[in-house]
């Protein structure tokens, strides 16, 4: 057994130092992380493979589910932005029942379950009824689409924060239309991040615009983020609208906004033109 296999399975780590395991009647709510199973933590491997009653999303992916053990009761709530699925007290319920049972409970989101993830939801009706819960930290979508695409959120003298938004709300014409939102989000000088925004980049384009942004900005459209069947779409704030059309994988789409786009893609181009066996040469001269 390897040392990663150690670690995922006992809860006791390598270094000794007590881990606390998950308790009957307790509910962990868990980010899996973006992605693949390499990119989900030790210590929320190891939650998981506690667990005798799992209810999981539709973006958790299937070798996460691997280290769940064959007696657990496995839920499906799918939770995907416009797909059908079961609603959020359906869920609290479901989630409610199980821990009563005795069951040691784990919900297992994609990402992080504080980024738009309503873990936070839950776990306030889980505590309104009287059961525990903990919250495992998990790799966001913003986050791991970064890594995976070598485009960073902060850059010194660019950008020097980040601002993750919900592009479900671009849903509201009223809140879409207000410029004010539009031109703060701008004058932040920030790298703007839009989970689940794909659907919803025309309103998008349309509020930036109007609020005097640069068309020539650049939009990186990250499908399927640390994954590997990743899509990169590069576009700019003007043709963004159109390069969201043009994307047809269903995957679950980010769309990252910024100078530090054009910073990734000037990476890519170096990594792509470096002579491996020209490096060889240099360092066994």
């Known amino acids: 057994m390897n040392t990663v296999d150690r670690l995922i399975q006992s809860v006791e780590p390598i270094g000794g130092d007590s881990v606390t395991a998950l308790e009957a009647g307790e509910v962990a709510i868990v980010g899996a992380g973006c992605g693949q199973l390499d990119l989900m933590t030790i210590k929320a491997a190891r939650i998981v493979a506690q667990a005798d009653a799992l209810v999981f999303d539709s973006l958790v992916s299937s070798d996460i589910l691997t280290l769940v053990s064959t007696h657990c009761q496995r839920h499906f709530v799918g939770k995907r932005c416009g797909q059908p699925s079961i609603k959020q007290e359906d869920i609290n319920a479901l989630l409610l029942k ?38 495992i930290a998990g790799v966001t979508a913003a986050l791991g689409s970064a890594s995976s695409t070598g485009i960073p959120l902060t850059f010194r003298g660019m950008a020097r924060s980040v601002t993750l938004i919900t592009g479900t709300k671009m849903r509201d014409d009223n809140n879409a239309a207000i410029a004010t939102q539009w031109h703060a989000l701008l004058a932040a000088q920030s790298t703007l991040v839009f989970y689940m925004g794909k659907e919803q980049a025309n309103r998008i384009a349309t509020g930036l615009l109007e609020a005097n942004c640069q068309g020539l900005l650049p939009v990186a459209f990250v499908t399927n983020g640390g994954r590997t069947n990743q899509i990169v779409t590069y576009a700019t704030v003007s043709t963004m609208a159109q390069a969201a059309m043009s994307i047809y994988d269903a995957g679950p789409t980010l769309i990252i906004i910024g100078e530090v786009v054009s910073v990734g893609q000037q990476l890519a181009t170096l990594l792509a033109n470096i002579d491996d066996s020209t490096q060889y040469e240099a360092i066994y001269a």
């Open 98 to 135: 199980l821990a009563k049972q005795g069951r040691k409970v784990v919900r297992l989101k994609g990402g992080d379950p504080h980024i738009f993830g309503r873990g936070s939801e839950e776990a306030l009706y889980l505590a309104e009824h009287n059961v525990r819960s903990q919250f």
